[in-house]
């Protein structure tokens, strides 16, 4: 049950992402099949080498017992006939000829990532990858075998994209210089990042790849699977569609969100693990995120008390909608968190209403009430509590006009009257 599923590999083989050892489980081994004990910074160090791919480190140990391996490199495990040919004949000779001729001729290391997308996908189907700290990268034992190929066939590896400017060292105040990205999914969407030169605004010339963006930034802890996403974006698609446009969809949002700054900080788009993350090492500014926490921040507020604080938290959350979620898309699942963003918004402005109230601003609890009736006019509640401001004022004329307003619009929209109870507080008002 532990196999990294769909996979094309031998069952011979466990991918990296199938049994990766740690230091202190490297050891263990080393005394199982050796006999001996290994310190622990060797253990490390064998650790690193090797990555912990369990099946390479266990051919070394057979075939050695040891012997050679305490200071090791990758280099170093691949003079070990039995990993050479296991790296070969199991690993690479279970790729079509096509397939390891795109994997030799592609640029996979570190942050090359989106240089070879196609080869990235074999490998990733297969869980022939690590992860980085920055971003997943190759195991280093197969980096340093696809290299070994590469020398042997005398394939040319392929180099960077002449388009793009070669990733310099960051400069000392990196941290400082380091883009932030803001996305505006509230109303019409924006998308931009920002730096010392200013705001600029993001490539997004695919739509389905600013979906994904959209889809990530607006879903909890800023991630999903494969799986969500391609329920979400391709919901009507068959697979060979899918399978067709998915990565090379992916490839677009990170070039989009990386620019021509591709190298030189934290990757904005991570996968872990079938998971597909907006970095949280990166500054994200999120409408509906913020929109979220005030909203929170004011209910909190609110239980304790702090009605001041409750409102000024609300009214953050209103300055943030600035209409539909991903207006003008249509898409089920942008109707469907649409839906609910504005529940939300209806919500809080029925809340900030009540606490206006309580703080005695009139005026203001006026402007959230008619801005739930914008929205939704047919709210009868939120009728009355304006005829109630009105008669507070005591402007009976317009608690009349509000009143027939709600009756003209229940009449013309359901074809009822208002509730009873509804008409006897305008009565009571009236008198």
């Known amino acids: 049950e532990s196999r990294w599923a769909p996979s094309s590999v031998p069952c011979a083989v466990l991918s990296p992402q199938e049994m990766l050892l740690d230091s202190r489980e490297v050891a263990t081994l080393w005394y199982l099949l050796t006999g ?27 075939a050695t017992g040891g012997v050679g391996l305490d200071q090791p490199t990758p280099e170093q495990l691949l003079e070990v006939s039995p990993v050479r040919y296991f790296l ?24 090359e990532r989106d240089d070879g997308e196609a080869a990235w996908h074999l490998l990733e189907s297969r869980g022939l990858w690590i992860e980085g ?14 290299e070994r190929e590469r020398q ?4 040319p590896k392929a180099a960077p994209d002449s388009s793009r400017p070669t990733p310099r060292e960051p400069p000392p105040r990196a941290e400082a210089s380091r883009p932030v990205y803001r996305l505006g999914l509230l109303g019409s969407p924006v998308a931009q990042f920002r730096d010392a ?69 934290p990757a904005p788009l991570l996968f872990r693990n079938g998971i597909y993350r907006l970095n949280p090492e990166i500054t994200w500014e999120i409408d509906v995120l913020d929109f979220g926490r005030h909203i929170e921040t004011g209910k909190e507020l609110a239980g304790r008390q702090d009605s001041q604080g409750a409102a000024e938290s609300l009214r953050s959350a209103w300055k943030l909608y600035r209409g539909p979620f991903l207006q003008g898309h249509y898409e089920a699942w942008i109707t469907a968190r649409r839906e609910e963003y504005q529940r939300q918004y209806l919500e809080m402005l029925r809340d900030l209403g009540k606490l206006y109230v309580g703080l005695g601003k009139i005026e203001e609890a006026m402007d959230a009430y008619r801005s739930v009736l914008l929205e939704d006019p047919l709210q009868e509640k939120i009728h009355l509590e304006v005829m109630l401001l009105y008669a507070g004022q005591g402007r009976r004329d317009l608690v009349r006009r509000q009143y027939d307003r709600l009756c003209m619009l229940l009449l013309e929209e359901l074809g009822v009257e208002p509730m009873p109870e509804t008409t006897r507080e305008y009565h009571k008002l009236m008198g």
């Not at 001996?36 to 140990?61: I, K, Q, T, V």
């Not at 042997?152 to 394939?155: A, E, K, Y």
Request: hydrophobic share 35%; net charge negative; with cysteine.
């Open 36 to 62: 001996g004990e290994l310190d622990p910074a060797g253990a490390r160090e064998l650790c690193e080498a090797s990555d912990g791919w369990y099946r390479p480190l266990r051919l070394a140990l057979d």
């Open 88 to 111: 070969r004949h199991e690993v690479l000779h279970s790729f079509s000829t096509e397939e390891r001729d795109l994997l030799l001729a592609s640029s996979l290391e570190n942050d």
């Open 133 to 146: 700290d920055q971003r997943d990268r190759l195991p280093r034992l197969l980096a340093a075998m696809l």
């Open 152 to 155: 042997r066939r005398g394939t």
């Open 197 to 265: 030169q200013g705001e600029h605004p993001l490539d997004w010339r695919l739509k389905r790849s600013f979906q994904i963006l959209a889809f990530l930034g607006s879903s909890p802890e800023l991630q999903a699977t494969r799986e969500d996403l391609i329920e979400a974006i391709w919901p009507t698609e068959g697979e060979r569609t899918i399978e067709r446009n998915f990565h090379p969809t992916l490839s677009h949002l990170r070039r989009a969100l990386e620019g021509d700054r591709k190298g030189s900080g």
